[in-house]
């Protein structure tokens, strides 16, 4: 099973930017899904960005247009850019990854987001 290790967590004033990286313990070419879970105290675990099969993305619409996913496959790492963040982004994010469409999914240990008004 791969392992996922996030950074880049922390406390950043609200309107200001952190990018998120998770690094894959092996190649993350030709992965079926991988990308930025959050959750909320109290709250489930929303997808908040992620490639999926055939390198198309899909967004939460509360970040499209703030957050930008990308990736590095000779590093085989994962990022998420976030620009503009509000109070309501304060959650512990998580990056997920699913190698084929009926294999288990794979998740980081989280990474702390908190955005102060």
């Known amino acids: 099973q791969v392992q996922l290790v996030e950074s880049g967590g922390g406390l950043v004033q609200a309107g200001g930017s952190l990018r998120l990286s998770c690094a894959a313990s092996?190649?993350?070419?030709?992965?079926?899904?991988m990308g930025w879970y959050r959750q909320a105290p109290g709250e489930q675990r929303d997808l908040v960005a992620a490639?999926?099969?055939?390198?198309?993305?899909n967004y939460a619409d509360s970040v499209k247009g703030r957050f930008t996913i990308s990736r590095d496959n000779a590093k085989n790492t994962i990022y998420l850019q976030m620009n503009n963040l509000k109070p309501e982004d304060t959650a512990v994010y998580y990056c997920h990854a699913r190698y084929r469409v009926n294999s288990q999914d794979s998740w980081g240990q989280g990474t702390q987001v908190t955005v102060s008004s």
């Open positions: 490639f999926t099969n055939g390198g198309s993305t």
């Open positions: 092996k190649s993350i070419i030709g992965i079926n899904a």
